[in-house]
């Protein structure tokens, strides 16, 4: 069994900064793929950035890209997700998912294990 636990969410001004945490235990990680997902106010659940465990180049929505970057930290099993220039628009619940295959898809279905998440709102 996976667990798979964020943190770092909360209330941002909008052009700030937050770092999410993803920290996992229960499994051996080195084949995973981990990807974070957000699900806006009355929206549906939406890809953000996904990186395999192992490395790699990451993936991320277009919406994200120059802003969010996707890291992990092998030694402490997290991964991060660093939130740079927030706007309004990427209030969210944050969640952290694994897939454990290698994948580099974008659909929620693809991934077995959630974290129970985190919100993320920005103010403008």
């Known amino acids: 069994q996976v667990q798979l636990v964020e943190s770092g969410g909360g209330l941002v001004q909008a052009g700030g900064s937050l770092r999410l945490s993803c920290a996992a235990s229960?499994?051996?990680?080195?084949?995973?793929?981990m990807a974070w997902f957000r699900q806006p106010p009355g929206k549906d659940r939406e890809f953000v950035a996904s990186?395999?465990?192992?490395?790699?180049?990451?993936s991320y929505a277009d919406s994200v890209k120059g802003r969010f970057t996707i890291s992990r930290d092998n030694a402490k099993d997290t991964v991060y997700l660093q939130m740079n220039t927030l706007k309004p628009e990427d209030t969210a619940v944050y969640s952290c998912?694994?897939?454990?295959?290698?994948?580099?898809?974008?659909?929620?279905?693809?991934?077995?294990?959630w974290g129970q998440g985190t919100q993320v709102t920005v103010s403008s």
């Open positions: 998912a694994a897939a454990g295959t290698y994948t580099y898809s974008g659909s929620p279905q693809s991934y077995s294990y």
């Open positions: 990186s395999l465990w192992s490395g790699g180049a990451p």
């Open positions: 229960g499994r051996t990680f080195s084949s995973f793929t």
